[in-house]
């Protein structure tokens, strides 16, 4: 399934840094899983399979599934860690939960020109899946390192959580190309008004 037939590119964005944090960012700026097509799109996008591996097997169950992985990490991620809150336990216990299931088993087999490329054993599931999303999870929320360089997009209205990455960590928003473009046409425009006034 080509990406253009099911979604515009620009619609599913893979720049936070983590699956995870990918998995929340298609909530912006609106939702961006309405179907399990567009979903599979976004497994194979966010490289939890290789991207020719066919998820034809993805049924109606898929999509509230990630969709409630996906609610269980707001309060872990955007919020504050609070142990003992219980929308907080429950949505860890969740997550945990999730983790618990084997993800999908990557194999290294030859390629036609020899080299070894990655393969699955066989069709994932939707259990596995959403082990490899909560694992990455897991892995950030344990991460104390990870978790210091989790930034919130300083865009205006933007909730998008991501790892900063850059040099001397001043990364001020989730893409420089959308919204720091944004940003930028209103720093110009704010300018202009000035001038003219």
């Known amino acids: 399934m080509a990406l ?5 590119p620009h619609e599913l964005r893979f720049d936070t840094g983590r699956v995870c944090l990918d998995l929340l960012a298609t909530t912006h700026p609106g939702e961006r899983l309405d179907s399990t097509a567009v ?9 939890l399979v290789p991207a020719d591996t066919t998820l034809a097997h993805a049924d109606s169950s898929w999509l509230p599934a990630f969709h409630e992985l996906r609610g269980q990490l707001v309060p ?3 919020g504050r860690p609070a142990p003992g809150v219980p929308s907080y336990d429950l949505a860890l216990a969740r997550v945990n939960e999730l983790a618990r299931a084997a993800p999908p088993a990557p194999r290294a087999v030859p390629a036609e020109d020899g080299t070894l490329v990655r393969r699955l054993a066989g069709p994932p599931g939707r259990a596995a899946l959403l082990a490899a999303v909560a694992r990455d999870a897991v892995d ?3 991460d104390p390192a990870v978790r210091a360089r989790l930034r919130q997009c300083e865009g205006d209205n933007c909730p998008i959580v991501y790892v900063d990455t ?11 190309e959308v919204c ?5 046409v209103a720093r ?8 003219r006034a």
């Open 39 to 47: 979903l599979c799109v976004w497994i194979a996008g966010s490289g």
């Open 4 to 8: 253009g037939t099911v979604t515009a």
């Open 140 to 142: 950030l929320l344990t």
């Open 166 to 176: 850059s040099r001397g960590r001043r990364r001020r928003w989730c893409s420089s």
């Open 188 to 195: 110009h425009r704010r300018r202009t008004a000035l001038t």
């Open 180 to 184: 720091g473009n944004r940003e930028r």
């Open 76 to 78: 872990l991620v955007r």
